[in-house]
Structures are given as structure tokens and as C-alpha cells.
């Protein structure tokens, strides 16, 4: 088996900035990458698994269904998945794929590392590039040897997209369309449905997603030297019809000073600080994103439920 690990993960200066830069927003928001420490990993591997949580499963089931038919339409090539997670998305493609090098670019080093060498277990004919990296505005990959001279796919599973605003995420098709190198890109997305069943998959009832917040307080208290206690915090998602998306929150619970990346943060009782957000796109909208980004939608995959797809974009000139 072939692992390589490059590390580009940002500095604690950029961290610290990062930080006072989002606190500074109104309403309060940080990064979503920032929920993705080991810790943050581990719990977002749980939500998955949770039975409100559904999208996962679907995913990979339609993965597992369509692998040969979306590798006939991608063709051959370096598969580049954008966050790897546990790699069990990316596993179905690269078999059909038949593919002889993988790279993945997550901001967590050691889901990594578990995840490659788990990936590398099944398919020890392929070489496994791992970058640690904030890849939400990466437009080239780092130079090295293994990564030269092939045509590349991006891989872009989970609704992961939807974690950013509309303008992040057109800056992010247009980063990946530089990245990709005039390769194509499979992009997973869900779909808007009931509020009740959206807000249920991202607050479910064995408090897994508030655990996932509240750890970003713990993992910025070590990492910059705060005293943000998550005990004065309560965990909320909520629908926002009009901006189609879930939007995930820590509300504070009083009035509050916290001391955070060198500075006072006075939160009132009630203000929110904004963990994520996660959009939903009808094929309306994905296809309206994908042209303003410079892409077109070529084919289609959804599943029986209609509650998430997999697009395949094409550079649109």
C-alpha cells in the first residue's frame, strides 16, 4: 500500500484570525471546517448514523447502484475527493473506476489517515494522496510527483456544499473548475423537504448534533486559550424558508463575556453564534449555481425518495 500525507493545515495565527474575523460578523459565525477537529470528526462519523439522519445511507446506496454508470460518464482518471470523511462514498467508485491513484483534502490530519489507510485495505493497487487543507478555496493542488500528469475528477459528495452561503459556494465551483483542470466534477446534493423531517435529521434526539456544536467551543478554548463554557449555550436548528436552508446554532442562554483568540466577546442572552448552515437545492437551483459558476449539469442521479442527487458537471465552454 502507497499513503502520502501532505499537511497544509492553516496556522494557529490563521486560526486566531479566522476566529475574531467571525466573531466580529453579525450574526456570529465561524467556518464550518472549524467543527472538524478529530473530536469533530468522530461525531459527525455518529450523526451519520443516527436514524433521523437518512442522507448518508441514501448516498452511498446511489453510489453503489449507479458506480459503473457514473464511471463511464467521468472516465478514467485521479479521483480528488473534496473532505474525506470515512471514505465509504468515494470506495464504489474508485472499484469501478479501476483507478490507480486517489487523493483526499480534509482539514482533519488524522480522519486522514484512518481513512486512507482503511480505503487502502481494499484497493492496494491504487496510490493514496492525502492533503490536510482547508479545501473550501483551494485552486491548485500542492505539486508533487504522484499528482502530475492525470486527468482529474472532483468528488464532492454529502451535500457538503451546502455548508456554505450562495457566494461561497459559487467561489468554490469556480476554485474546483481551476483545480479539476477542465476535468469533470460529481457533486452530491439534497434536496428541500418537510421542515419537520430537515430539522429532525439535523437535531436528533440523541443529542449527537449538539455535541457536534458544542465541541467547536471546546476545541477553540484549547486551541486559543478561551473560557467559552458550553454549558451556557443551547444547541438550535432551525428551517429559514426563505434562504431554503437549515440554519445550526449556539444560543447563549445569558448574559456573557467570553474570552476568545486574545479578545472579550460579550454575547446577550439569546444572541445566536451560527455553527453552520446547510442549503438545500432543487434541481432548479443546483442547475442555476452550476452555470454561474461556470459548469454544466450533464447528468443526473436521484434517489427513489427524492431527497438527494448526484450531478455530474461538465466545464461549460
Given at each position: 500500500?502507497?499513503?502520502?500525507?501532505?499537511?497544509?493545515?492553516?496556522?494557529?495565527?490563521?486560526?486566531?484570525?479566522?476566529?475574531?474575523?467571525?466573531?466580529?460578523?453579525?450574526?456570529?459565525?465561524?467556518?464550518?471546517?472549524?467543527?472538524?477537529?478529530?473530536?469533530?470528526?468522530?461525531?459527525?462519523?455518529?450523526?451519520?448514523?443516527?436514524?433521523?439522519?437518512?442522507?448518508?445511507?441514501?448516498?452511498?446506496?446511489?453510489?453503489?447502484?449507479?458506480?459503473?454508470?457514473?464511471?463511464?460518464?467521468?472516465?478514467?482518471?485521479?479521483?480528488?475527493?473534496?473532505?474525506?470523511?470515512?471514505?465509504?462514498?468515494v470506495d464504489p467508485l474508485l472499484t469501478a473506476l479501476g483507478s490507480n491513484i486517489f487523493a483526499a483534502l480534509d482539514i482533519s490530519y488524522s480522519a486522514l489517515e484512518e481513512a486512507l489507510s482503511g480505503l487502502a485495505a481494499r484497493h492496494p493497487n491504487?496510490?493514496?494522496?492525502?492533503?490536510?487543507?482547508?479545501?473550501?478555496?483551494?485552486?491548485?493542488?500542492?505539486?508533487?510527483?504522484?499528482?502530475?500528469?492525470?486527468?482529474?475528477?472532483?468528488?464532492?459528495?454529502?451535500?457538503?456544499?451546502?455548508?456554505?452561503?450562495?457566494?461561497?459556494?459559487?467561489?468554490?465551483?469556480?476554485?474546483?473548475?481551476?483545480?479539476?483542470?477542465?476535468?469533470?466534477?460529481?457533486?452530491?446534493?439534497?434536496?428541500?423537504?418537510?421542515?419537520?423531517?430537515?430539522?429532525?435529521?439535523?437535531?436528533?434526539?440523541?443529542?449527537?448534533?449538539?455535541?457536534?456544536?458544542?465541541?467547536?467551543?471546546?476545541?477553540?478554548?484549547?486551541?486559543?486559550?478561551?473560557?467559552?463554557?458550553?454549558?451556557?449555550?443551547?444547541?438550535?436548528?432551525?428551517?429559514?424558508?426563505?434562504?431554503?436552508?437549515?440554519?445550526?446554532?449556539?444560543?447563549?442562554?445569558?448574559?456573557?463575556?467570553?474570552?476568545?483568540?486574545?479578545?472579550?466577546?460579550?454575547?446577550?442572552?439569546?444572541?445566536?453564534?451560527?455553527?453552520?448552515?446547510?442549503?438545500?437545492?432543487?434541481?432548479?437551483?443546483?442547475?442555476?449555481?452550476?452555470?454561474?459558476?461556470?459548469?454544466?449539469?450533464e447528468r443526473r442521479w436521484e434517489d427513489p425518495h427524492q431527497q438527494m442527487a448526484l450531478h455530474l458537471l461538465l466545464p461549460a465552454d
Open positions: 500500500m502507497s499513503i502520502t500525507l501532505i499537511d497544509l493545515h492553516p496556522s494557529p495565527a490563521d486560526l486566531q484570525q479566522l476566529v475574531q474575523e467571525g466573531l466580529r460578523r453579525s450574526p456570529r459565525q465561524l467556518p464550518a471546517w472549524l467543527l472538524y477537529n478529530d473530536e469533530g470528526s468522530r461525531l459527525f462519523a455518529e450523526i451519520c448514523r443516527q436514524p433521523e439522519y437518512t442522507l448518508t445511507n441514501r448516498e452511498i446506496t446511489l453510489l453503489e447502484l449507479h458506480a459503473d454508470a457514473i464511471a463511464a460518464a467521468t472516465g478514467p482518471g485521479l479521483v480528488v475527493e473534496f473532505g474525506i470523511g470515512n471514505a465509504r462514498k491504487t496510490a493514496m494522496v492525502g492533503i490536510c487543507c482547508d479545501h473550501s478555496s483551494m485552486k491548485e493542488l500542492p505539486a508533487h510527483p504522484a499528482l502530475e500528469g492525470h486527468r482529474r475528477i472532483g468528488f464532492f459528495p454529502g451535500s457538503s456544499l451546502g455548508n456554505f452561503t450562495p457566494e461561497e459556494a459559487l467561489a468554490f465551483l469556480r476554485n474546483a473548475r481551476q483545480l479539476l483542470a477542465g476535468g469533470p466534477l460529481l457533486l452530491g446534493l439534497d434536496q428541500p423537504r418537510a421542515p419537520a423531517l430537515m430539522e429532525a435529521a439535523y437535531d436528533d434526539a440523541a443529542g449527537v448534533s449538539a455535541a457536534f456544536a458544542r465541541n467547536l467551543l471546546q476545541r477553540l478554548n484549547r486551541d486559543l486559550q478561551g473560557d467559552a463554557d458550553p454549558k451556557q449555550f443551547r444547541y438550535r436548528a432551525r428551517w429559514q424558508a426563505q434562504q431554503q436552508r437549515i440554519e445550526m446554532a449556539l444560543v447563549s442562554t445569558q448574559d456573557q463575556i467570553v474570552h476568545l483568540a486574545g479578545e472579550a466577546w460579550f454575547f446577550r442572552n439569546g444572541d445566536a453564534w451560527i455553527t453552520e448552515y446547510s442549503v438545500k437545492y432543487s434541481p432548479k437551483a443546483a442547475a442555476e449555481l452550476a452555470t454561474q459558476a461556470g459548469w454544466r449539469i
